[in-house]
Nanobody, 117 residues
């Protein structure tokens, strides 16, 4: 079992920045990929960014150039640096971790990001 705890969400004005953090505990050594999804009201959950234990990253087109994902394997922590935030970035952001064996996915409870004046 892997437990994930997110932090760093909040209210920010358009053009502002936030940094999300996610710490994994439990059977964290089994984790390969980590990353972030988001879900806006009335919309489906969508991938924002991911990073493997080797450091390979993947970004959704709508965040390229604005968001940066990073990871400290030794601390079982993944970060999402979000810059130039837009109102359409408003969503609950969920951290996930996927195991190398069997590809089991674990989810955090989510952290709310609100971009508004």
């Amino acid at each position: 079992q892997v437990q994930l705890v997110e932090s760093g969400g909040g209210l920010v004005q358009p053009g502002g920045s936030l940094r999300l953090s996610c710490i994994a505990s439990g059977s964290a050594l089994s984790i390969n990929a980590m990353g972030w999804y988001r879900q806006a009201p009335g919309k489906e959950r969508e991938l924002v960014a991911s990073i493997t234990s080797g450091g390979s990253t993947n970004y959704a087109d709508f965040v390229k150039g604005r968001f940066t994902i990073s990871r400290i394997n030794a601390e079982n922590t993944v970060y999402l640096e979000m810059n130039s935030l837009k109102p359409e970035d408003t969503a609950v952001y969920y951290c996930y971790a996927r195991t190398a064996l069997y590809g089991i996915t674990y989810w955090g409870k989510g952290t709310l990001v609100t971009v508004s004046l």
